[in-house]
């Protein structure tokens, strides 16, 4: 996460937390549903917020002799906990909106409307604010959807406020949570898989691994590769390793100069690690499969 971004999501922390309270305050007094899920998705914004900037001075430590690759990963964690917290949030959703068709209560209109529309405008301005940020990285498109899911349920309790207020039909309140709950369980859905496949050492969005095993099989000096990896800190600082077979020890530097030429020109992959050799897996290592499973 760059400094910009950073400071974007510090204001956008604020902003979030100040009118959290608000809403905590409005769907108790007006008895909505709606009211109350916006603030707990609130809640949860305010929280994933406070760790993405925790994640960010975290990954800003230099490299220790425990975590030789820093810190930068802490990002990653922070959005697995995110969608963790999200997935909470859509499931109390659901229990209490089932709780309330069974035992309604009255829901105070005027109040409701008042509190979702000015919970609209903050998360417009909050979307604003973050939508100018980096795009790429985990923490913040986690805390976009975060705000995406409040713009939603500010919508939604502006609907059933407007239908209670001029039908008095109340289960529109708890129906309208439970859609709101829907589409951050998707959100949460998202935000767990990309976090999880980066977790799990998977291949970063966007690169191709028979695409760069052809490039530097393509390289002028390279007979053969083996135990290549592609895997990534975080999907936006993708790293490699692999052992290239070369036929004459002479032309040890000329085949790596060109390799990282290639791997940084047209995969953007400026942190590899290669191996050169003259006789495949003179070093051990997986010889079967040119990129490890």
Known sequence: MTADSAKRVKWAMLLTAGFMLAEVVGGWISGSLALLADAGHMFSDSFSL?????????GRRAPDTRRTFGYQRFQ??????????????????FIAAIQRFTQPVEVLAGPMMAIAVLGLVVNLVVFKI???GDQENLNLRGALLHVLGDLLGSVAAIVASIVILFTGWTPIDPLLSMLAAGLILRAAWTIL?????????GTPEGLD????????????GVEGLHD???????????????HLVIVSADQHDAVIERAYGVLQARFAIH????????AACRTGGDCHAGVHP
């Open 50 to 58: 406070g760790l993405a900037l925790f994640a960010f001075a975290m």
């Open 130 to 132: 973050l939508h100018g």
């Open 228 to 242: 290549m990896h592609v895997w990534g800190l975080t999907p936006q600082d993708p790293l490699l390793s692999a």
């Open 271 to 278: 942190h590899a690690t290669l191996q050169v050799e003259t």
């Open 209 to 220: 691994v028979d695409q760069i095993r052809q490039a530097l099989l393509a390289v002028e």
């Open 76 to 93: 990653v964690l922070a959005a697995f906990v995110n969608g963790l917290t999200l997935f909470g949030i859509a499931v109390w959703i």
């Open 193 to 201: 898989r990309r976090s999880t496949h980066t977790l799990l050492e």
